[in-house]
């Protein structure tokens, strides 16, 4: 009989991208959306927000009258709190009964096979033999028109703020022929559009016959796959952003408009505390030059707030870099400790400030990402349809600049690149007509 898995997922892209191989590889499973009734439980966790390790003991806390009422429920935690807590997890939470780190993963069925026999099962090692090459081929299944392709992981940038060195390791690239048989893959079940995903993604340094490509040439090489129809791709750092990088948003018509390029500070001297190796005028200076190449680029960072030592003329210096780029999306966030990084050690801004901090800086990047989308009203885009809308006829997908947009067609199918004329803009969406 087919036992039912349950994957809750946590944090970025690359998780969920991980969940999926995940429930690929536990064959005999099939994969609910609620743990009710669940034969196994997975959670597969992130190490970035605040509290992290809290919030999954809490989680694994509502589980426990599951596992009283199903002793043979199998839990396990996966993923980077998996990686930093180790056995930890075990003693906390006895009923746990599997912990896996986010380079082990292909271990899962031999994991899951000891927990099935009553051992707690253990893996948070860094092995040497590449995960993805022990995988089992992904099933044959028809796929929606968008998937996520993980072709870099790992970090070795060590921003004083940041897990990701200890919990994912060293920056890894995977071959080139591996990550295009399985972009071709995903095309001939029904994909349109692959982001691909990487710690540090344009950091990407794949092998192929001796040759070692970066990330541009491993996108032009993408975009020659026929039905494949757009390119994305995110977590990038501006120290990354080589010179054919920037040229490939300029003659990739398949690469979309759209990059999300952190710069966490626009204060210099926040930024060398963070280790960050790069300054608010070479930021600057890069977006110019992508811009130069791509005129209707749509920017997106990322923004921490109330990192230790932050005065207010460094953080006035965040605002005016934010003035200055014109950001169409962001993501901010207020500085949270992580045990084990540098920054945990230093002395923290208070709380209530760095509080009115975040406020201010949402508030003008909510301004900037209001303007940048109300300025699409009246222009001709390309959307990839992905679901129904909520209203009869109605249809919703991605415009080339990742703006949801709803379409009122009865001609319309999943997977269709439709041109669409913009006619309103929303709160957090835009509406438009069928050309």
């Known amino acids: 009989m087919t036992k039912k898995l349950y994957i809750k997922t946590y944090g970025c892209q690359m998780n969920v991208y991980d969940s999926e191989r995940m429930a690929e590889a ?10 009710d009734g669940a034969d196994m439980i997975l959670l597969n966790t992130c190490h970035i927000r605040e509290k992290a390790a809290e919030k999954v003991y809490s989680e694994l806390g509502r589980y426990k009258d599951l596992k009283e009422a199903k002793p043979d429920l199998k839990i396990g935690v996966a993923g980077c709190v998996a ?34 026999a009553g051992e707690k099962a253990l893996d948070t090692d860094f092995p040497e033999e590449d995960k993805f090459e022990k995988l089992k081929s992904r099933p044959k299944a028809q796929r929606g028109p968008t998937a996520f392709l993980t072709v870099q992981e790992g970090c070795d940038k060590f921003c004083a703020f940041c897990v990701v060195p200890y919990t994912r390791g060293a920056e890894v690239s995977r071959p080139v022929a591996r990550v295009l048989a399985e972009a071709e893959d995903l095309v001939s079940r029904g994909v349109r559009e692959i982001t691909l995903l990487g710690q540090n993604v344009n950091a990407y340094h794949g092998e192929d016959g001796g040759e070692t490509w970066g990330l541009a040439r491993l996108i032009r090489r993408l975009a ?64 110019e030059r992508i811009r130069a190449a791509r005129p209707d680029l749509l920017l997106s960072g990322d923004f921490i707030v109330g990192f230790p030592e932050e005065t207010e003329e460094d953080f006035q210096a965040t605002l005016d870099l934010i003035e200055r780029v014109n950001y169409g999306q962001a993501y901010s966030f207020k500085y949270s400790s992580r045990p084990g990084t540098p920054a945990a050690e230093r002395p923290e801004v208070a709380a209530a400030e760095a509080d009115d901090r975040l406020q201010r800086l949402q508030a003008l990047i909510t301004r900037q990402q209001r303007a940048a989308q109300d300025a699409m009203v009246g222009r001709e885009v390309h959307v990839l349809i992905e679901k129904p809308g909520r209203l009869p006829g109605q249809m919703v997908g991605k415009s080339d600049h990742l703006h949801a947009v709803h379409v009122m067609s009865d001609s319309l199918a999943i997977g269709d690149l439709a041109r669409v004329r913009i006619t309103d803009s929303g709160p957090n969406s835009l509406a438009g007509t069928l050309l």
């Open 26 to 35: 536990l064959e005999g499973y099939e994969q609910v959306q609620s743990p």
């Open 224 to 287: 020659e796959i026929d039905e494949l129809k757009r390119i994305r791709f995110t977590t990038s750092h501006p120290n990354d952003m080589e010179d054919d990088l920037v040229a490939a948003h300029g003659d990739c018509d398949k690469l979309m408009p759209y990059l999300h390029l952190p710069v966490q500070s626009g204060s210099d001297r926040i930024l060398k505390r963070m280790n960050r190796k790069h300054t608010a005028a070479s930021y600057i200076e890069l977006v």
């Open 83 to 116: 990686q930093a807590e180790g056995e930890e997890i075990m003693r906390r939470q006895p009923m746990v009964d599997l912990v896996v780190g986010p380079q082990s993963y292909h271990r899962l069925p031999e994991l899951e096979a000891r927990a099935q």
